[in-house]
C-alpha cells in the first residue's frame, strides 16, 4: 500500500504534484491546519504530515498521529512543531533550511537600506504631498561596520553581502572557526566586541536557550551611540522593551524588525516610533522561495517514506539515498544485534558501548548507533525506533559511546555490542555478508556463523557430549523444524552456546523438555523482525 500524506497548509501545487508523481497517496487540505480539533480526528490515517507555519503539531495531535513517521515543514522554522514530543512518539522532523536562505538573507539587506535611508516613512510622507527633503537625511552603508551575529546559512550570506557594499564586516558565532572567518572575508570577534564596533547589527541565530534574548537591556546599553539593529531571524532575541527605550532617547538610530516576540504582532513597543522599519515576517515571503522550500520538502518527504533517505531531520542523523542502500544491512544487523542484548538482558542496562570494525567503521555512524540502541529498547517499549530510542535511552540515564577500529580480523567489517548492567556484562557481534545477509559472528566472545531468523532458540551449556542429540531430539519429537543450527564454545570442556533458526516460537512446554534433561544452564526464546 502506497505511504499516505496530508498537506494541512497552503503549498505549492507543485509540491503536491511530487507526492503523486513518486507514487505517494496524498491528501490536499490546505486549510485543515487551522483547525486543531479536526486535524487531530484524522492525523491518525497518514504516514506523513506536510506543514508550514499554520498547523501547530502539539502533544495532543502527535497522540493521536498513530501511523504517523515524518513531518515536513516547508521552511526553517519549527516552533510550530513539539519536537520532543515527536520523538518521543518516533516521528522524524524535517526541515528545509536551505531553500529560503537568499530570500531572508535578503529582506535582512532590504531592512538595512530602508532603516539606513529611511525610505518607510519618506515614502508615506511623498505619498501624503509632502516635500520633506530635509527630514529624511540618511547614512550611507559603504564603510560602515557591520556586526553578524550568527554566521550559518543565512548570516553567511548576509556577511557577503555587506562585503560587497564595501562595508567591515564582523561576526559573533561561537561555531565560527577562525579559518573559515578568513574565507568568508570577516573578522570574528566576541560578543562584546559586536556590540561596542558594530553601526549595524544583524541577527541571524536561531531562538534557543543560548540565544534568548541575546541583545538584552543589558546588552543593548552596551551598543555604541547611532546603532541601527535589523532581526530577520526570530522574535524573542531582542529585549523590544529595552530597544523601544533606547530608541527614544536617541542611543539607538534606527531598527528594522520581521520578526516579534509574539505573532501575529497586532501591537508591539516598537510600533510607531520614528524610524522603525516593520514588516509582518517576510523573511521568506517571495515566489522563488516558497516555490523552493515546498518542492524540496516533497522531495525529502517522498525519499524518507519510499527509500528510509533522511534528509535535514532535526531529531535523526541525516542518511543520504546512496547511504541508505549500502547500510540498509547493516542497519538491520545492529537492529538484531540491539534486539539479541535486548531480549537477554532482564536489569537495567547502564551502559552501551558499541564497536566498529573496518569498512563499518566509515559508515554513518549516528545512524546505526540509533538502530542498535532500537533494538536494544524494543523489549521495554515495542513501539520505539531509531528516532524515538535514543531520547528514550537518555531519559533513563544510560550511557551510550562508540568505538571505531581499522579491520582487526577475518571479517572486511564488522559491529560488536557491549552492555553493562549492575549484574553483568553481555557482549554480541556481527557482520554483513556479501549476499547482504546480516549474521551473528559471536556471542560472549565464542566464535559462530549464525543465520538470522524471525525466530531462534538460544541455549548454554557445559561442553559436553549429547547437546545437538538431545536439542534435535526434543525439536523432532515436538514438531519444530529446525531451519539452520550453530554451535560455539569458548575451549574444550568449558562454556559452550547453540542458537538454533527454527520455524516458529519454541513452546513453553518443549522448553520445559529441555530444561528437564539437566544439560543446560540457559534456554532463551528471541524474536527478530527480519521483515
Request: with cysteine; net charge negative.
Amino acid at each position: 500500500m502506497a505511504p499516505k500524506v496530508l498537506v494541512s497548509d497552503k503549498l505549492s501545487p507543485t509540491a503536491v504534484q511530487i507526492f503523486r508523481d513518486r507514487g505517494i497517496d496524498v491528501d490536499f487540505q490546505p486549510d485543515l491546519g487551522k483547525d486543531k480539533d479536526k486535524l487531530a480526528d484524522v492525523i491518525g490515517q497518514y504516514d506523513g504530515l506536510a506543514i508550514r507555519s499554520a498547523t501547530k503539531v502539539t502533544e495532543t495531535i502527535l497522540r493521536h498521529a498513530d501511523k504517523l513517521k515524518v513531518i515536513g515543514r516547508a521552511g526553517i522554522g519549527t516552533d510550530n512543531v513539539d519536537k520532543e514530543a515527536a520523538s518521543k512518539k518516533g516521528v522524524i522532523v524535517m526541515n528545509t533550511p536551505f531553500g529560503n536562505m537568499i530570500t531572508t538573507a535578503e529582506h535582512a539587506i532590504a531592512l538595512m537600506f530602508a532603516v539606513a535611508r529611511q525610505i518607510p516613512e519618506a515614502s508615506a510622507s511623498t505619498h501624503a504631498g509632502k516635500w520633506e527633503k530635509s527630514k529624511f537625511m540618511g547614512v550611507e552603508l559603504t564603510g560602515k561596520t557591520l556586526g553578524v551575529i550568527g554566521a550559518g546559512n543565512i548570516g553567511g550570506i548576509v556577511c557577503d553581502r555587506g562585503r560587497g557594499l564595501r562595508m567591515k564586516v564582523i561576526a559573533y558565532d561561537p561555531f565560527l572557526s577562525e579559518e573559515k572567518a578568513q574565507k568568508m572575508g570577516v573578522e570574528k570577534v566576541e560578543l562584546e566586541t559586536l556590540l561596542a564596533r558594530a553601526d549595524f547589527i544583524t541577527l541571524h541565530v536561531p531562538l534557543t536557550d543560548q540565544t534568548r534574548n541575546i541583545l538584552s537591556a543589558e546588552n543593548l546599553a552596551k551598543t555604541r551611540k547611532g546603532v541601527r539593529i535589523i532581526n530577520c531571524a526570530r522574535g524573542g532575541l531582542v529585549d523590544e522593551e529595552a530597544l523601544a527605550d533606547l530608541l527614544k532617547s536617541g542611543h539607538v538610530a534606527g531598527a528594522a524588525f520581521d520578526v516579534f516576540s509574539k505573532e501575529p504582532a497586532t501591537e508591539n513597543p516598537l510600533f510607531g516610533l520614528p524610524n522603525v522599519v516593520c514588516t509582518p515576517h517576510l523573511g521568506a515571503a517571495t515566489t522563488e522561495a516558497q516555490e523552493n522550500v515546498a518542492l524540496q520538502v516533497a522531495e525529502q518527504m517522498s525519499d524518507y517514506l519510499l527509500t528510509g533517505a533522511v534528509t535535514n531531520a532535526l531529531n535523526m542523523p541525516s542518511v543520504t539515498a546512496e547511504e541508505a542502500k549500502v547500510m540498509g544491512p547493516w542497519v538491520k544487523l545492529a537492529g538484531h544485534l540491539g534486539a539479541f542484548i535486548g531480549q537477554m538482558t532482564d536489569e537495567p542496562i547502564k551502559a552501551i558501548n558499541i564497536l566498529y570494525d573496518g569498512t563499518v567503521a566509515e559508515m554513518n555512524l549516528e545512524a546505526l548507533n540509533c538502530a542498535t540502541v532500537a533494538g536494544i529498547m524494543k523489549k521495554a517499549n515495542p513501539d520505539v525506533n531509531l528516532v524515538s530510542a535514543p531520547v528514550i535511552a537518555k531519559e533513563r540515564g544510560i550511557k551510550i559511546s562508540t568505538t571505531n577500529q581499522d579491520k582487526s580480523g577475518a571479517f572486511d567489517g564488522y559491529i560488536k555490542v557491549t552492555v553493562k548492567t549492575s549484574e553483568r556484562e553481555r557482549s554480541i557481534a556481527g557482520t554483513v555478508f556479501s549476499d547482504g545477509k546480516p549474521r551473528f559472528i559471536q556471542i560472549k566472545g565464542i566464535n559462530i556463523d549464525a543465520e538470522i531468523g524471525a525466530h531462534m532458540l538460544y541455549t548454554t551449556n557445559e561442553d559436553v557430549p549429547g547437546i545437538i542429540g538431545a536439542l534435535g531430539q526434543t525439536m523432532g519429537e515436538n514438531g519444530v523444524n529446525i531451519a539452520n543450527f550453530t554451535l560455539g564454545r569458548s575451549d574444550k570442556g568449558g562454556e559452550a552456546i547453540a542458537l538454533l533458526y527454527v520455524d516458529e516460537e519454541v513452546p513453553a512446554p518443549v522448553r520445559e523438555k529441555l530444561s528437564a534433561t539437566g544439560l543446560f544452564r540457559q534456554i532463551k526464546p528471541l524474536v527478530f523482525d527480519v521483515a
